[in-house]
């Protein structure tokens, strides 16, 4: 690839050899006849032709967008499509970088690609992320870095490319923003246990929480206690400060009026003295869920929308807040 791309600027630079040296027989052929001097003929090399002699030879490079300097604005779209707020650090003096939005990789739903020619920059760019503290982990055989900011919110990833058939020498970085960790998108309505006053029902077997145009349902399911463990001797139950879902029961949510749900936030009241709020909700979710925890917080985005969405407690988890978020 190297020597391909040698040959190309090779090429390009006999054909203004050429010129220069028609320009100039032709200006000593003038001479002799006419005694007479003639300007010599310049011809001026613009960026958009090295653009274009390179993605001539490497076609992929083509389909990507191009920007004479670190794309920074092209990677702070695409992290706040994805709700991400933070930002990654600019790899400086980048004279030219190829960019496109990587969607049909089967091993991650999307990332953004970026592609600098140039040397090998990869110490350089670690440095500058470990100062904004990412972390970073290099793999010594192949030179690949992995870079995860604190939050988790956003991973780099970076290489240095040469003798490639379908790209010259050159930077590639990958910027993917995390799904865990972003909120979820929607109009959030709150269920707040400080009180009972959104509670429409309370028994041993049921209660029903409602606000606007959400349902939550607390059933008793297999659970070998009650709701609000709800007894003759205990008639206030765990209703507020904080409610209290006991193991094998189930919680339900519902939207009326032709929502959906997209996500949740779930604030526990996290550890207590026989067992853990976060371990006993995160337990109970599908293997699959796409969920973050960030302190005692749940944040659980759904994979698609739903009007209706059931949790089945693996432990007991206390809870000060439900905000469910409706698209």
């Not at 274009?52 to 490497?58: G, L, N, R, V, W």
């Not at 607390?218 to 709701?227: E, L, P, R």
Request: proline letters at 4%; charged letters at 20%.
């Amino acid at each position: 690839m190297k020597k391909k791309l040698f040959g190309a600027m090779l090429l390009l630079a006999l054909v203004l050899t050429g010129c220069k040296d028609e320009s100039s027989a032709q200006t000593e052929s003038e001479n002799r006849s006419e005694n007479s001097s003639s300007e010599i003929v310049s011809v001026e090399v613009t960026s958009e032709d090295v653009t274009s002699a390179i993605t001539e030879e490497y076609p992929l490079l083509a389909e990507m967008d191009v920007y004479d300097h670190w794309p920074s604005v092209a990677i702070e779209t695409y992290l706040r499509e994805h709700n991400v707020l933070e930002n990654v650090p600019s790899l400086p003096d980048v004279a030219k970088s190829y960019v496109e939005l990587t969607l049909d990789d089967p091993s991650f739903p999307h990332y953004l690609t970026i592609f600098i020619p140039g040397t090998d920059r990869g110490a350089e760019y670690s440095t500058i992320l470990e100062a904004v503290n990412f972390v970073v982990s290099n793999d010594e055989t192949d030179g690949y870095h992995i870079a995860l900011n604190t939050t988790e919110t956003i991973q780099v990833d970076y290489f240095y490319n040469f003798d490639d058939f379908d790209y010259p020498d050159g930077m590639f970085i990958f910027i993917e923003a995390l799904d865990k960790g972003a909120l979820p998108e929607g109009i959030a309505t709150t269920f707040d246990f400080a009180t009972e006053n959104q509670i429409t029902k309370r028994d041993a077997n049921q209660s029903i929480w409602t606000e606007a145009s959400i349902t939550m349902t607390i059933d008793k399911g297999a659970s070998t206690v009650n709701v609000g463990n709800l007894t003759p001797q205990n008639e206030t139950g765990y209703f507020t400060n904080p409610l209290r879902i006991y193991a094998a029961q189930i919680v339900t949510f519902d939207v009326q009026a032709g929502g959906q749900i997209n996500g949740f936030i779930f604030e526990t009241a996290g550890l207590w003295e026989k067992g853990d709020s976060v371990s006993a909700l995160v337990n109970s979710l599908p293997v699959d869920a796409n969920y973050s925890v960030d302190g005692d917080n749940v944040i659980l985005n759904l994979e698609a929308p739903t009007s209706t969405y059931a949790i089945t407690l693996s432990a007991q988890s206390r809870l000060n807040k439900i905000s469910v978020y409706v698209v």
